[in-house]
T-cell receptor, first 110, second 114 residues
Framework: DGGITQSPKYLFRKEGQNVTLSCEQNLNHDAMYWYRQDPGQGLRLIYYSQIVNDFQKGDIAEGYSVSREKKESFPLTVTSAQKNPTAFYLCASSETGGYTFGSGTRLTVV | AQSVAQPEDQVNVAEGNPLTVKCTYSVSGNPYLFWYVQYPNRGLQFLLK??????LVKGSYGFEAEFNKSQTSFHLKKPSALVSDSALYFCAVRLNFGNEKLTFGTGTRLTIIP
């Protein structure tokens, strides 16, 4: 089955620690996206990549970093500079048309 | 710039009644419009899209939406609501060329009351 796999499903981070969220797709899509979801705020775009080895900041990129070394993979690192990282993180990919989403990673700061 | 407004945070409908979830959009050009549904702790699932052609679009699970260019609206509808339709619904818009980014609304929580 083609789709997007996000891992882990749940992640706990200590204060001052960097963590990396995985996103892998086998849909052969060029474009990939990371969104953050908070209650009542909908989806906010963190970073996106329209082609391998290239990515752009979205609306809330501060405290996050990404890489796009392979077409299939678009990992997101939540750095210690992100002061309020507790949220639900969604990865998506697209060709032309709509997006296909992963099932999300819930990150909690402990 | 493009934007989407979902004016209702919460919609409650009795089971068996028709439901409407509202969406209006703003985009500088011709739009592609989408509806997605999200169940708790899950990703977003595609429901339907308007690309071109017939203004009435039919999608998954008996949902449909009507594209109204003059009112810049794309309301989601279903003739008879099911309890299982209870979820969070997102409207999204993008320009109709290239691989432009989707802009999402803030979501509407639909609750179907048995």
């Amino acid at each position: 089955d083609g789709g997007i796999t996000q891992s882990p499903k749940y992640l706990f981070r200590k204060e001052g620690q960097n963590v990396t969220l995985s996103c892998e797709q086998n849909l052969n899509h060029d474009a990939m996206y990371w969104y953050r979801q908070d209650p009542g705020q909908g989806l906010r775009l963190i970073y996106y990549s329209q082609i391998v080895n290239d990515f752009q900041k979205g609306d809330i990129a501060e405290g996050y970093s990404v890489s796009r070394e392979k077409k299939e993979s678009f990992p997101l690192t939540v750095t210690s500079a992100q002061k309020n990282p507790t949220a639900f993180y969604l990865c998506a990919s697209s060709e032309t048309g709509g997006y296909t989403f992963g099932s999300g990673t819930r990150l909690t700061v402990v | 710039a493009q934007s989407v407004a979902q004016p209702e945070d919460q919609v409650n409908v009795a089971e068996g009644n028709p439901l409407t979830v509202k969406c209006t959009y703003s985009v500088s050009g011709n739009p592609y419009l989408f509806w997605y549904v999200q169940y708790p702790n899950r990703g977003l699932q595609f429901l339907l899209k308007y690309i071109t052609g017939d203004n009435l679009v039919k999608g998954s699970y008996g949902f449909e939406a009507e594209f109204n260019k003059s009112q810049t609206s794309f309301h989601l509808k279903k003739p008879s609501a099911l309890v299982s339709d209870s979820a969070l619904y997102f409207c999204a818009v993008r320009l109709n060329f290239g691989n432009e980014k989707l802009t999402f609304g803030t979501g509407t929580r639909l609750t179907i009351i048995p």
